[in-house]
């Protein structure tokens, strides 16, 4: 009986050590801030890509920022916008900015705070400050 107590105790020690120190369960917050980057980083190299149509400059600008309320209109506009539907980085785009608008009406709509409601600031990405070394 001894040797299996020690080996459950070694497993359980190899698992624990497995695991990152932060394996917190992701929040809605933090869902919400990862695919509003990710769909902003995806829409950035579409814009860059030298291999899609040419439609893709007709896009709506979609630079998310999920404390301005307006990021909600700014999702169900390029959602609907109707032009690029034969470009398939165009339509997992739109599926994706559909998913974070369903979080953010339903699944997050208590936890979420906005702290502007500055539609304009949308248009305009703020730049990352550059850092000196």
């Keep these: ?14 698992l624990s050590a497995a695991l990152p120190a932060s394996a917190a369960p992701p929040t809605c917050y933090s869902r919400v801030l990862s695919l509003s980057k990710e769909i902003t980083q995806s829409f950035k190299e579409l814009q860059t890509s030298k291999t899609v149509d040419s439609c893709v400059g007709t896009l709506p600008r979609l630079y998310l920022d999920i404390h301005n309320y307006c990021v909600l209109a700014k999702l169900r506009d390029f959602v609907a916008y109707p032009g690029c539907d034969r470009v398939l980085e165009v339509n997992e785009l739109k599926e994706k900015a559909r998913s974070l608008y369903t979080i953010l009406i339903s699944y997050c709509r208590r936890d979420l705070v906005f702290l502007t409601d500055d539609c304009n600031a949308l248009e305009i990405p703020v730049s990352p400050p550059i850092e000196h070394s």
Excluded: G, Y
């Excluded at 009986?1 to 190899?14: C, D, G, I, Q």
């Design 1 to 14: 009986k001894l040797p299996t107590m020690k080996m459950l105790l070694l497993l359980v020690a190899l």
